[in-house]
């Protein structure tokens, strides 16, 4: 299976699960390399999963997205007022998802404007405290760079080296989990012949099971260090 076969599957299957309200799957998904910002529509109209989890009262699926470090500054217009995902999910009556929202959105804004500064003291503090250190954020130059990228570009070794060592320990690291871009690291386990094969990016999975020499990914595979890095 291709490498655009299996995207493609992924992306159908998380649509498919966040419209059903399927936690379950919805996690198991992105475990494997679906992308926690997939989305249904063209360009103008798309609907993130996040916003048609929220739409469709699956609260649950909308916290766990969050958690996976979906996007939260998607805008929608409706009846002429542009309105925020916090605001989306308090029309809903989601006050608790609507507050742990806007908190992720202002650990970020200080995270990053730490980052602009280069106070490794503020910046180790937003992180601890919740900021994404993945989130994609237009700089002041007009760049787009996640807070460890501009970093580099800035030459803040220091803040470099941080951010490094906090994605090696954050438990919802989006720089290595949900992106579109299939499985990496797992451990392929056949029982019953003793066989023991590991899997480090999606080209050698289709490689390994073009030659018969590992069988498909199932749900009951153990997972090594199941992620995925954002491009």
């Not at 996976?68 to 009556?93: E, H, N, S, W, Y």
């Not at 959105?105 to 993945?134: F, P």
């Amino acid at each position: 299976m291709s490498n655009w076969s299996i995207k493609q599957r992924l992306r159908e299957e998380i649509l498919e699960a966040v419209e059903k309200g399927d936690t379950e799957k919805v996690e198991y998904l992105l475990d494997r390399g679906a992308d926690v910002n997939e989305s249904e529509g063209g360009y103008i109209a798309k609907k993130t999963v996040l916003l048609l989890a929220i739409e469709k009262n699956h609260e649950h699926i909308a916290k766990l997205l969050v958690d996976k470090g979906a996007d939260l500054t998607v805008t929608v217009t409706l009846t002429g007022t542009k309105k925020t995902l916090p605001d989306i999910a308090r029309d809903k009556g989601f006050n608790d998802l609507a507050n742990h929202m806007q908190y992720k959105l202002d650990m970020n804004e200080r995270l990053t404007a730490s980052v602009k500064d280069g106070y490794i003291d503020y910046v180790q503090d937003n992180i601890n405290r919740g900021g994404d250190v993945n989130v994609m954020y237009r700089w002041d130059d007009q760049s787009e760079d996640t807070a460890k990228t501009y970093a580099e570009r800035m030459n803040y070794d220091d803040i470099v080296k941080l951010i490094e060592e906090k994605l090696k320990v954050l438990p919802n690291n989006n720089s290595k989990v949900a992106n579109g871009n299939g499985v990496s690291n797992y451990e392929e386990i056949n029982e019953t012949k003793g066989k023991h094969v590991e899997v480090y990016d999606i080209e050698d999975v289709d490689e390994l099971q073009e030659n018969n020499t590992a069988p498909a990914m199932q749900a009951h595979q153990k997972k090594k260090n199941g992620n995925c890095v954002i491009s």
